[in-house]
């Protein structure tokens, strides 16, 4: 089964995430908004489709990457999560919370060896 297909999103604690936006914009174009910068691509293979990553600087109080301690979180694309989920329940791999849905996919949250929290994503880039 294919598993991650892209980076869906790059989420970083800063002291201060306006300012920080602001500095992307001016140095190096990045048009930010609340949530920061969206890129849209295309398909390599389904030219027709688009699909896009998120770059988001968060504050440094944000409690969105926990348990982790770290400063970072990245969000992995995937294909069929559901079935995803079940494999890596089967491998043992800690899973933190239930799956949720929106109207742009489906998320849930798991931790790696080192206590990383990763946001697994099958978007809905219909």
């Not at 301690?69 to 969000?75: A, G, L, Q």
Request: hydrophobic share 35%; glycine share 8%.
């Amino acid at each position: 089964m294919k598993k991650v297909t892209g980076i869906g999103g790059v989420f970083f604690k800063c002291s201060d995430p306006d300012k920080m936006k602001e500095w992307y914009n001016t140095n190096l174009g990045l048009n930010a908004g609340k949530y920061g910068t969206t890129f849209e691509w295309l398909y390599a293979d389904e030219p027709e489709k688009k699909g896009s990553t998120t770059w988001s600087p968060m504050a440094d109080s944000t409690t969105y990457f926990q348990p982790s301690v770290k400063e970072f979180m990245v969000n992995y694309r995937v294909v069929n999560l559901e079935q995803l989920v079940e494999e890596l329940k089967n491998a043992g791999v800690t899973i933190l919370d239930e799956m949720e849905t929106y109207d742009y996919g489906k998320f849930i949250h798991i931790l790696d060896p080192e206590g990383n929290k990763i946001e697994l994503w099958e978007p809905n880039d219909e």
